[in-house]
Structure formats: C-alpha cells, structure tokens
C-alpha cells in the first residue's frame, strides 16, 4: 500500500501543515495481530465517519469551525518490515514537534514510532495508557516488536507508565508492573475504589506526557469493535474524565497521542462513529489544554 491521501478529518476545508495546529496522522499498521484482525482499515473508516461529527463540542465548547486547525497527513503506506514502517512515523512526526500529532492506527505497535519521533530522551516521558492488556510481555508469538510488546519496550527505553482498565496480562506482566516504581497500574477492578486516586495521579503528571488509547480499554458496550475484546473495561464518561484531567492538567504537556486497534465493522452500527468521536474529543480536550496554558 503506497502513501495516499485521505478525507480530512471531520471533512474541513485542508489547511497547510505549517499552518495546523494539530495534525492527525493515519496509521494503518496491521502486522502482529493475535485474534482479530481489520485494524488496517480503521483510519479510512474513523475519517469516513467523522464526516458524520458535528464540529461544536457542547462540553468544551470547542468548534473546528475554527480553532484549532487540523491538518489531515497523507496515509502512511506499507514500508516494508515493521522497523521500517516505526521508523517512517518517527520521520514523519519529528518536524510537527511544535503540534499536537494525533495518531489513528492500526495496531498498538505505532506507539514505538510515535514517541521516537517526538522526544529525543523516553526518561523524560510519561505515557498514560487506556488499555485491557499490559502489553508488557517481553516476546509475544516468537516476536520482540509487537501489539504485545509494545509497552515493554518503551518502558525498557525508560518511558514513564500509567496502564488504567488492564484486565488481560500475564503473571510475569503483573509481577513486572507491581515491582518497578516506573510503571503505575490501575486495573479494571479497581477503578471505582482508586478512582480519586488515579485522577490525583494524572493530575499531578509533571513534564512531557503521551496518551495511548487502545480502544479495547473501553468496555465492550462503548467499543465492541476491536481484535481482543475483554468484558469490563471503561464507560465512556470515565475515559472522558481521564483524558480531560491529562489534556488540561497545566503542570504537564501533552505531546501526542494514538488511537490503536480499533477494526471497523458494519455490526453493531454506529462503531466507528464512537471511534471518530474519541478522535474529535482528545482534540477538543487538547484545544481546552493549550488555552489553559497559554492563559498562565
Ligand atoms: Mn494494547
């Protein structure tokens, strides 16, 4: 698959890249997948579908109508080995250091690229990572680079974690998480008792910080659609409030962030709508972010 254009997200008129304020970049990465598979259509479709947005945000009150301005990357193509493929989105990314990137994948894996692309130093970042699966594992099916892996090697970087609704990991997973002060998880079971807790966390994050969302985090009632679905995950007003206390939380700045694993499906109906919608709020909760910090 060759680069090639794609619809704007939310259908905006196309503003120059060195004139967006943030840019979305479609991922469609599809590699390593275990169960599942379709994540290497769901950029087309999440853009397809985010024609259907109203572009008011009733809550932030945010419009795209006009600010911010977003600018819509061509679709990165096939490059060969997944190397290849993390090290063309660390290309692509490292000159929009002065933006907001936004990354709809494809598979989990796209995360690698992204942080290579926009920080020189990992010890120096902290990742918050809605997730139903640690992905901490240190090889998954014979392979070191994978959906996975993904969090393992960027903790191995020296990357900060935030894991919030796992309910799927490994024994040697949980022994890792529990035992390194650099990894903090908030498992699905959980979220009720330590909620405060958590929100104290992220809002406390200080310096450079990623949001990964891997959408089988959610429960399976808000995002059904996905290659590893696990029951009890988060509603969708508790990923609003996690997202809003990081995106707006002064003492710390959002970098990026990613959409992952999401697999379009006709059945139920309304799927990639929700995925779209996830897309235009981490926007909407950035734009509120940026005015709070411009405003100190
Ligand atoms: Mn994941």
Known sequence: MASRDCRPFLDLPPCPVEAADAVILPLPLEKTISYGGGTVRAPEA?????????????????????SPKLHTMSLLGDEGSLENYL?????????????????????????????????????????????AHADLIDELDGRWL???????????????????????????????????????????????????????????????????????GLDPAVIPSTGTPQPGGLSWGQTMQIVRTVATNSTCRLIGADI????????????DLTAARLVMKILAFWTVGRSIRLSD
Not at 46 to 65: C, P
Not at 164 to 189: K, M, P
């Open 46 to 66: 999440i853009l397809e579908a985010s024609r259907q947005i109203e572009l008011f945000d009733e809550e932030t009150l945010v419009d795209f109508a006009g």
């Open 260 to 271: 992952v694993e999401f697999v379009p499906s006709l059945r139920p109906p309304g799927c």
């Open 146 to 216: 994978s959906h996975g892996t993904v969090m393992r090697r960027l903790w191995e970087r020296g990357c900060r974690l935030v894991q919030i609704g796992v309910r799927s990991l490994s024994r040697s997973e949980y022994d890792l998480a529990a035992a390194d002060e650099r990894i903090v998880t908030f498992y699905a079971h959980q979220l009720t008792p330590r909620w405060e807790e958590l929100l104290a966390v992220l809002g406390s994050l200080r310096g450079s910080v990623y949001l990964s969302v891997d959408v089988d």
């Open 87 to 131: 090290a063309a989105i660390g290309r692509c990314v490292a000159p929009l250091r002065d933006k907001f990137v936004l990354a709809v994948g494809g598979e989990h894996t796209i995360t690698c690229g992204m942080v290579s692309g926009l920080i020189d130093d990992p010890t120096e970042l902290t990742i918050v990572q809605i997730d």
